[in-house]
């Protein structure tokens, strides 16, 4: 139970019947995530957009699950925002396994759908839809945008010359380019098979193997954090050894 100084800084309301809550701290993590990511670390405006891009994408990640599970017949759902990110919770999931695993790619799904679609307005923005999306998807990745001239021609350069003659321009074209990345890569990541993430979950809810749901997540989880090790990415390192330690408890839970 909550005491009641911490539970007066959250933001409670109800959307659309879904009672939502969001605690102080995910806002505190995703300003610290944008701070770190975002290229124009003079400013502190592309943090604060970080931020509320980010929340926007995990809300709709949550209602995604909600809703979908309110149409399949669950039980009410509740959402509630802390942290790394958001939990659904709901009296009783839909009745077949089917409509449970649609519940859990509602989630991700949702977020992609809305990344797409600030990825393809973002493509309108620097007129040229295919360099944006390709733009959007790849330049998280160290070097991608590098990797061949054609990439370096076709998406780079046009996406350099738009912002370069649309200074008026910046924060909308970083509103929709922020936008995909969020939401495109944090649902990729979250599909990855790693319990608790949503990917895990589909893998318990496929294979009804909680050993095996384990196995493939310590497997994942080391590989990352191996690959988090050779390109120095801090965070994603701790996040990767933190799935590492959950999936391995999980492990031994069920060795027992």
Do not use: K
Not at 4 to 21: D, L, Q, R, Y
Not at 66 to 89: D, E, N, Y
Not at 143 to 166: I, K, R, Y
Not at 168 to 192: A, G, Q
């Amino acid at each position: 139970m909550q005491s009641e100084s911490s539970s007066s800084w959250c933001i409670v309301f109800n959307f659309a019947g879904v009672p939502t809550t969001i605690h102080p701290s995910s806002w505190l993590v995703l300003l610290i995530l944008g701070g770190a990511f975002c290229s124009d670390t003079s400013s502190i405006l592309p943090a604060l957009l970080f931020t509320l891009l980010g929340m926007l994408c995990l809300l709709v990640h949550e209602y995604g699950h909600a809703f979908v599970c309110r149409w399949l017949g669950g039980g009410p759902s509740v959402v509630h925002i802390a942290s790394l990110g958001g939990v659904t919770s709901s009296a009783y999931p839909p009745a077949t396994r089917l409509g449970h695993i649609l519940m859990v790619l509602a989630g991700p799904g949702a977020s992609l759908l809305l990344g797409l679609v600030g990825g393809i307005i973002f493509g309108f923005l620097i007129h040229d839809v295919r360099a944006g999306v390709l733009f959007s998807l790849l330049s998280p990745l160290p070097g991608a945008l590098d990797a061949s001239p054609w990439l370096e021609q076709g998406v780079l350069l046009p996406v350099q010359e738009a912002l370069a003659t649309n200074l008026l321009s910046y924060y909308p074209f970083m509103t929709f380019l922020i936008l995909f990345e969020i939401c495109v890569w944090w649902s990729l990541i979250n599909l990855l098979p790693i319990f608790p993430l949503d990917g895990g979950q589909t893998l318990l809810l496929i294979s009804r193997s909680e050993s095996l749901t384990a196995y493939v997540g310590v497997t994942i989880s080391a590989v990352l954090v191996v690959i988090c090790l050779i390109h120095l990415l801090i965070f994603s390192l701790l996040l990767a050894i933190y799935f590492l330690y959950l999936n391995y408890q999980f492990l031994r839970s069920h060795r027992r």
